[in-house]
């Protein structure tokens, strides 16, 4: 790593011994005050064109520019635009001073429209407000419509990636699988900003999570005034749900406040089947289960700007869920000559009842004029939840008649408490030919679970002492990292090291599992403009995945008396390699291709005896991956009535176990295909429309033969009364296509399955904007547009 370093060094000390010079000066305005936040334009002889804006104190800098002939434009609202014309052969200073124009405008409405999606040196940046699938949606059913993410039963993941960790604002959610859904619903896309595919983080951001980060931006309030919208949807699958919520905001000077309240209660019914071949039978399972879920969920903040160099922010979120189910699970068994052997039912309902609550406060201080600055967040996170399932069975005889002694009664039960402590502080310098950042981050994690069994006697619960456990999980997590950033004529270079200590301590049932590790995290980017149109990048970064806690207990939650899924304390990180080369044309056309390594991967295996015909679920270190990727992306928005994000990936996958029950490999290619297409119907652009379609290929996932799946999505929407209003239509799944088949080979013994997630519906939302819609020139007060940028 130092030679690395070392190596870095010297390569940038090489280039930037070619001649560069600065470009700075101070704006202002009547009276010889600073003009704040004004936009400045430099453009050189080939009308190759950069941006910048002056400070709070009227500064401005332009870097790393090259000797020759510039115009610099100086333009503010209410002011007239300034020009002038100058040789640049060392660092010059230009002083500008405004002219009011005497033709003022009274008020400002800001109408800018970002692109769809945006491609950085790091990430892709969906931006939600330009998106029909905006509005009356929920954040995990808007992450569904990004271009390369998929959201099956529930869980994120990147297309053929597999699952990735999702932040909100910058802050890793500590939640997975059901939680973290239930999580996501409870925001609503109206609070939703942008959303980020960061497949390569630098080193900013925890190492952990092999496939990268979505980061879920939430709006920031821009306007003075009061502000605010209500919003209601109703959908309908299999039975209905519906949905309302409302946002209100407030920001004076120096103070701004906002809250939002969301609530969705209805139910769904997913279906779950598979076939299992053993030696002499094989055993055909139907999951008939409806879900019913009530989420009410809440959040409230506060900005106040300090002064013009410190803001100060506190917020707090709190959602609850109220669950329950009620299932039918039926076990079809076939002799080897294919006649019915039994049949075992079990009739079950689950109650859950969840809750978690969460609090933010952060400062943010410049330290000096020129952008350099001091950020610190303290994080809690609390989470709690309480799991009831009652289930019984019966075996029956092929002639239908009830096998003696056959009936049961069982009770599995689990309680847990997450509480979750992050301090962290980031420090950004920003030179004249680098920019430096570094900055460390402590996290405290307590994790408390109490699981019980319990079969029933005489209808009297007892408890199965072999079965009860208490599983207390502690991970104390400490980090730094630097940041290196450089920009030497048409290159960008940065270049990062994350450094994390890991302890953990596991107690469970007079087991216990400690250990503590450190590791270096190193990332690195290089982007190459070889001209206006084309540019190159590449990028390489080492991950880390951690397991989930509830992965490490090892008590067995029963789902019947054969079938079972269990923990293991001893389940170690894997940890991936990511490389990628991309490049981008004309914003139009990006080109991608992608290796990554992964090394002690971990899954969950099946685990079959022939035997007892048991089941058992449990985690296991066994996988040694290699994917190879080719990804092309390109937009369409040369007409007016239509915008198009066409995506095509192949990928080829190697999977290889250390286990002997699994297939020692498995490898084979894969593809997919999705286009996300805006329709503007009418010349005002009220009425839009939107067609999105995706196709998945057969493919490799781990030890798993995936087969093919597609989806197709249609909406409408209109804006009415000054777009004040927005109603609209969307269905999803039109085609009842969105099912999930699959089939893996343990012991010898072939399982196949094919589930179905209830996923087809037909959704009506209505949004009603109230309040100031406008930004007053004359009420901007420099601190609360700083406070603003805080959301570019």
Known sequence: MLKFLFFLFTFFSVLSAEAQFNLSGKVTGQEDKAAPFVTIKISDAKNRVNYTQTDSLGLYHFNNLQAGKYSVICSAINYKAVKQSFALTKDTVINIQLQENRNKLADVQINARKALIEKLIDRTVFNVENSVSAIGTDALELLSKVPGIRVLNDKVSLVDKGAVNIMINDKLVPLSDDELSNYLKSISSGNIAKIEVITNPPAKYD????????????????????????????????HPTASAGANLSFRKNKITLSSNFNVRKGSLVPFEQSNVFYPTQSWNIVNKDRNFRTVPSGQIGIDYQASSKTV??????????????????????????????????????????????????????????????????????????????????????????????????????????????????????????????????????????????????????????????????????????VNYNKTIRRWDFQAGLRGEYTQIDGISVNEQNRNEYFRLFP???????????????????????????????????????????????????????????????????????????TTNGFNDVNFIDAGTNIQAAKPVNFITGYHYQFSNAVTFNVLKWLESINQVDVFYNTSNSSITQTLSNLNGFGGYFSTLNQFVFNPSKTILGEASFWYQFPSVDGLNQNKNQYNLDLGIKTLLFNKKIQLAITATDVLKTNQYRFNSLVNNIRQDYNNYYDSRQLKIAFRYNFGNEKIKQQDRKPGNEEERRRSN
């Open 207 to 238: 190492a952990h999570g092999n496939n990268g980060l979505i980061n879920i931006v939430l709006k920031k309030v821009t306007a003075e005034g009061f502000r605010g919208s209500v919003n209601t949807a109703f959908s309908q699958a299999t």
């Open 312 to 481: 100060l922010g506190l917020s707090y979120n709190a959602g609850l869920t109220k669950f329950h189910s009620e299932e039918n699970i039926k076990t079809t068994v076939y002799s080897k000559t294919g006649n019915l052997d039994s049949v075992l039912n079990s009739d079950a309902n689950a109650k859950i009842r969840s809750h978690y609550h969460s609090a933010n406060i952060y400062l943010k201080q410049a330290l000096d004029s020129t952008g350099k600055q001091l950020t610190i967040n303290g994080d809690w996170f609390k989470y709690s939840d309480d799991k009831n399932r009652f289930f019984n069975n019966t075996s029956y005889f092929q002639n239908g008649g009830v096998i003696p002694d056959s009936f049961a009664e069982y009770l599995s039960t689990s309680k847990q408490n997450i509480d979750l402590y992050t301090l962290k502080a980031d420090v950004d310098l920003p030179y004249k030919t680098f920019k430096l950042s570094f900055g460390t981050k402590l996290s405290f994690i307590k994790n408390q679970s109490d699981l019980a069994f319990y079969k029933v006697r005489n209808a009297v619960y007892e408890l199965d002492p072999g079965q009860t456990n208490l599983f207390n999980y502690q991970e104390n997590t400490q980090a730094l990292y």
């Open 523 to 597: 990332t690195f980017y290089i982007v190459y403009r070889a001209n206006d149109k084309s540019t190159f990048a590449l990028n390489y970064g080492r991950r880390i995945n951690r397991p989930a806690y509830r992965k490490l207990n090892p008590f067995r939650w029963y789902s019947n008396q054969y079938a079972y899924t269990e923990g293991n304390p001893f389940l170690q990180p894997s940890y991936n390699d990511n490389i990628e080369i991309s490049h981008t044309y004309n914003n139009v056309f990006t080109t991608t291709l992608s290796f990554s390594h």
